[in-house]
Nanobody, 128 residues
Framework: EVQLVESGGGSVQAGGSLRLSCVAS????????MGWFRQAQGREREGLAT????????VYAESVKGRFTVSRDNSKNTLYLQLNSLKPEDSAMYYC?????????????????????WGQGTQVTVSS
């Protein structure tokens, strides 16, 4: 069992930045797949960035590559997502998710209904 709690969302103007945090607890191993996903109203959930709990590899969605950065602080059991150069179309509920394992990080990113554990989400609103 893994518990995830996100924070850090808010309202910003276009071009602004936010840093989202996800504190994880429970049974987390080096092979635990973790990631950030988002869902805007009326749209499908999409993967943004994925990472192994114990590794350095990351995979990003093309829509956020170069603007968003995922990082981990394992001493704090925390996953971060730095959001830069925000656009109004980035407005959505942002979720942290995890599974005990995944086929690949790319698969985890592209199958946003598959993660087993989800946080409650944190809202990001970007105004023009």
């Amino acid at each position: 069992e893994v518990q995830l709690v996100e924070s850090g969302g808010g309202s910003v103007q276009a071009g602004g930045s936010l840093r989202l945090s996800c504190v994880a607890s429970g049974y987390i191993t080096r092979s635990t797949c973790m990631g950030w996903f988002r869902q805007a109203q009326g749209r499908e959930r999409e993967g943004l960035a994925t990472v192994y709990s114990g590794g350095s590899s990351t995979v990003y969605a093309e829509s956020v590559k170069g603007r968003f950065t995922v990082s981990r602080d394992n001493s704090k059991n925390t996953l971060y997502l730095q959001l830069n150069s925000l656009k109004p179309e980035d407005s959505a509920m942002y979720y942290c998710a995890a599974s005990e394992s995944c086929a690949t990080l790319g698969w985890f990113l592209n199958h946003p209904r598959e993660p087993k554990y989800w946080g409650q989400g944190t809202q990001v609103t970007v105004s023009s």
